[in-house]
């Protein structure tokens, strides 16, 4: 049995927040950790986590409850278009 070709890895150009009721879009490129660059951008001081339940039931973080906005965080490795 052969070994499937190693992939290269991908460089990580930041996040893209995504607003689940909205789908309001905020580019996140900057240095620092998503959720501080998501509350600068919104102009808050907090959020609180957001968790959805995987197939076998285990609560996963996936992204954060701001400014009454659902915000879902996703990690980026390939940009096209524009970032705000």
């Given at each position: 049995?052969?070994?499937?070709?190693?992939?290269?890895?991908?460089?990580?150009?930041?996040?893209?927040?995504?607003?689940?009721?909205t789908?309001?879009?905020?580019?996140?490129?900057?240095a620092?950790?998503?959720?501080?660059?998501?509350?600068?951008?919104?102009?808050?001081?907090?959020?609180?986590?957001?968790?959805?339940?995987?197939?076998?039931?285990d609560?996963?973080?996936?992204?954060?409850?701001?400014?009454?906005?659902?915000?879902?965080?996703?990690?980026?490795?390939?940009?096209?278009?524009?970032?705000?």
């Open positions: 049995m052969t070994k499937p070709a190693q992939t290269k890895a991908k460089m990580k150009l930041g996040y893209l927040a995504i607003d689940e009721r789908g309001e879009r905020l580019a996140l490129t900057g620092e950790h998503p959720r501080k660059q998501l509350l600068t951008k919104l102009g808050r001081k907090h959020a609180e986590k957001m968790y959805c339940d995987t197939t076998s039931g609560p996963k973080h996936i992204g954060y409850i701001a400014n009454g906005q659902w915000f879902r965080i996703y990690e980026v490795h390939d940009w096209q278009g524009t970032s705000d």
